[in-house]
């Protein structure tokens, strides 16, 4: 008797049909079902991108807005590394990007010169222009992380609005070492306020594309692992971080030196796609642009450094027909977004394909939740009654 009653008191647990997949049973994608997702995906961008270049669909002009595009991502994802991960506020990330930008052009203006290879030369392509362009981006990098190192070790010992002075400081010393290093050396090397021209056009779609999606899984990865964990425990609580044994000024001087190191690429690709390098395009407020990006997007959010750097590249190019107007549509946007989401467009969410695609295979809808919630809400009910 008491079997039959324990039996009729049992709740009935169904594992076909609708509602979630039951505790224990929850299937997931192996790790590299994950990855091959997420390249198809990639892969699938670039080609549609590609043939719609090739086919006149994009315009030249929007080819370029395009490459800026993906230069300002890679900016921005770089600095959230700093600035929503590692929780400083660092303000001299365009001097990263200068030191990155005329490293690379430099690097590439002299060794095409030596290998007397012209401009058709490099905008052609090829396996050897490929090469090249690879070894002065990652040379531009290594230039802006050892800048990184240089500035992070004293600054990174300070904290907030002095953090934030002092990195700003040696963005504007860069500046005018920049203007003033061909006097000192006793030749032409950033050619001063002139500007640096003659910069090859080696920037396209392709190498910016490729260079976004390859900062994005190398930032995802770095922040998923021990060393990830690390640095967001430093911006949770530094004192505790330190209290069980993580050296912070190595992980801050490292996450320095990253965020660093991905802004000297995104500035020698930058350096491609204007052709012309001046020191006045680094300033102040050019930090300030890309540190807006970040804070818009939402701080410690990949996905919204890369929605809130496209619509704020975008933004100012679209309304360039309504040039008397048009920063004040942007300063709008920005006032509305602060008002009504201070933390950001997405604040610290992170979209994930595969976990999509889990719950789908789990039948995790939030429907789903709601019907059970409501579902147990009213056996309580009853059961009170």
């Not at 700093?82 to 400083?88: D, H, I, P, R």
């Not at 004293?154 to 609005?161: E, F, H, S, V, W």
């Not at 392709?206 to 190398?218: G, P, Q, S, Y």
């Not at 430093?234 to 044994?245: L, P, S, V």
């Amino acid at each position: 008797m008491e079997e039959e009653l324990m039996a009729e008191k049992r709740p009935i647990i169904s594992t076909g049909g609708r509602g979630p997949a039951p505790a224990g049973k929850r299937r997931s994608l192996p790790m590299a079902a994950r990855y091959a997702i997420n390249a198809l995906l990639v892969l699938l961008v670039l080609v549609v991108g590609e043939l719609m270049i090739d086919g006149g669909a994009i315009t030249r002009y929007q080819t370029s807005v395009l490459q800026q595009v993906g230069v300002y991502i890679i900016m921005a994802v770089s600095l959230n590394v700093a600035t929503g991960y590692l929780g400083q506020l660092p303000l001299g990330h365009a001097g990263f990007m200068s030191v990155g930008a005329y490293g690379c052009a430099i690097f590439i203006m002299r060794l095409t010169e030596t290998l007397g290879m012209t401009g058709r030369d490099i905008v052609a392509g090829g396996p050897l222009v490929g090469l090249i362009v690879f070894a002065g981006v990652v040379f531009g990098g290594l230039c802006a992380a050892v800048a990184g190192v240089i500035i992070g070790i004293p600054a990174l010992r300070l904290k907030g609005d002095y953090l934030a002075i002092i990195t700003l400081a040696f963005a504007e010393i860069i500046r005018v070492v920049m203007l003033n290093i061909d006097d000192v050396l006793g030749f032409e090397l950033t050619r001063g306020a002139a500007g640096l021209t003659g910069i090859p056009s080696y920037s396209n779609f392709l190498n910016v594309f490729l260079a976004v999606a390859v900062v994005c899984f190398l930032v995802h990865t770095m922040m998923k692992s021990r060393h990830g964990r690390a640095i967001l425990a430093i911006r949770d609580n530094e004192i505790a971080a330190e209290a069980t044994g993580v050296n912070t000024t190595y992980y801050k001087t490292l996450a320095f030196v990253v965020s660093a190191f991905f802004a000297g690429v995104a500035g020698g690709l930058y350096a491609g796609c204007v052709g012309v390098l001046q020191p006045a395009n680094f300033g102040f407020m050019q930090s300030i642009e890309i540190l807006v990006m970040v804070v818009l997007g939402g701080m410690g959010s990949m996905l919204g450094s890369v929605l809130s750097a496209t619509v704020l590249t975008i933004l100012p190019e679209a309304l360039r027909a309504f040039s008397d107007y048009r920063m004040i549509a942007y300063a709008v946007v920005l006032i509305l977004v602060m008002i009504f989401r201070p933390q950001g467009l997405l604040g610290s969410y992170d979209f994930s394909l595969s976990r999509v695609i889990e719950r789908v295979m789990n039948r995790d809808f939030p429907w789903s939740k709601r019907a059970a919630s409501d579902g147990k809400a009213g056996e309580e009910v009853s059961a009170d009654v």
